[in-house]
């Protein structure tokens, strides 16, 4: 078993105690004997920097190695995240200039003596910038500090679901752009798939499909022959990988060439709060441009407390038609005669 596996788990709780009683984290650590990847990183964490600092945090190599396993810990619920560890997408470090192949080098096979003609190689791409995304979860002080099987597993499931959300929503909206090829659903599922298809496969690359929870539904209730795709999670359609994410839009569907996508995911950062006051919205309203006044609620004063997981990510297309999205699906379910 990883041992790094339940660190991010460890620090939450570590951190949460630490806030309600006023102890260093050290003493934390050595007070609830916690497993030795988390000891070491809150012994780790002075003032040169702090664990909600997802660039800091990325120098502890315990840390890199807890965010790992907790990305590797989402399953399904990222299409993002999965897609990167299975290979699909092409991993490229953070804070480089990245580019793809759109036209290969060719060469023939020529006599002794005989000129070898090549064509050009043209690269075109963007610099792999890292963005954040920010995963907030509130619960009852209780449910963290608890040590019991039942509620760390229900606080994990918590954080994953919130992680898994951020990071998707984070992913489309930096590879989405004006240029990406867009098209709206005609109605008819062959005809669209065709279209998206033409636009993006080159027989080259590595394509993959995601679609949002509405798209996956009306895809899996197809059932005519083209795919087995799940509703949930990563399965297939048309022989090609098919992710769910909760980060689209409903009646969306993306399709994608891995092989000119460049992203990864670096590190995570951990914070809490006990005195924020926070509007439990999906959708807040309450923001610099356009605040619209809301009821909020005072952590402190419900004996709750908010975690802050925090991911450094970067994701970029490096050619315009590296994807093409569809919307507005609804795709009537086909029977099979």
């Not at 807890?66 to 897609?83: E, I, N, P």
């Not at 954040?132 to 509130?138: C, F, M």
């Not at 099987?149 to 992913?171: E, I, K, N």
């Amino acid at each position: 078993m990883n041992e790094h596996a339940s660190t991010i788990l460890s620090l939450v709780r570590a951190l949460t105690i630490a806030e309600k009683t006023g102890e260093t984290h050290s003493d934390i650590a050595d007070r609830l004997r916690m497993p030795a990847p988390a000891a070491r990183v809150l012994k780790a964490a002075v003032g040169a920097g702090t664990l909600s600092d997802p660039g800091w945090a990325s120098g502890l190599a315990d840390m890199q190695a807890a965010s790992s396993a907790f990305l590797q810990g989402l399953g399904g619920r990222s299409a993002f995240a999965s897609l990167l560890d299975l290979g699909v997408l092409t991993r490229a470090p953070l804070r480089s200039r990245v580019g793809a192949v759109t036209e290969g080098v060719v060469t023939d096979v020529t006599g002794e003596g005989q000129s070898r003609p090549v064509s050009r190689m043209t690269l075109s791409g963007d610099a792999l910038l890292p963005q954040q995304a920010d995963a907030i979860v509130v619960l009852s002080r209780e449910v963290i500090e608890n040590s019991s099987a039942a509620s760390q597993a229900f606080v994990s499931r918590q954080l994953r679901r919130a992680v898994a959300r951020a990071l998707d929503v984070g992913f489309f909206d930096r590879l989405v752009t004006s240029s990406t090829p867009s098209f709206t659903s005609s109605g008819d599922h062959l005809s669209d798939l065709k279209t998206m298809l033409d636009a993006v496969n080159t027989g080259q690359g590595r394509l993959c499909w995601v679609a949002s929870t509405s798209a996956a539904n009306s895809i899996a209730l197809l059932n005519d022959g083209r795919g087995s795709a799940s509703p949930e999670g990563v399965s297939e359609f048309l022989n090609l990988p098919f992710a769910v994410s909760p980060g689209l839009a409903a009646g969306t569907l993306i399709l994608l060439d891995g092989d000119r996508v460049l992203a990864d995911i670096e590190s995570l950062g951990v914070d809490i709060s006990r005195f924020a006051t926070l509007q439990m919205n999906d959708e807040p309203t309450m923001d610099a441009i356009t605040p619209t006044a809301t009821a909020v609620v005072s952590l402190w004063q419900t004996n709750a407390i908010a975690v802050k997981v925090s991911a450094l990510f970067g994701a970029v297309a490096g050619t315009p038609d590296a994807l093409a999205v569809l919307t507005g699906i609804e795709w009537p379910p086909v029977v099979s005669g």
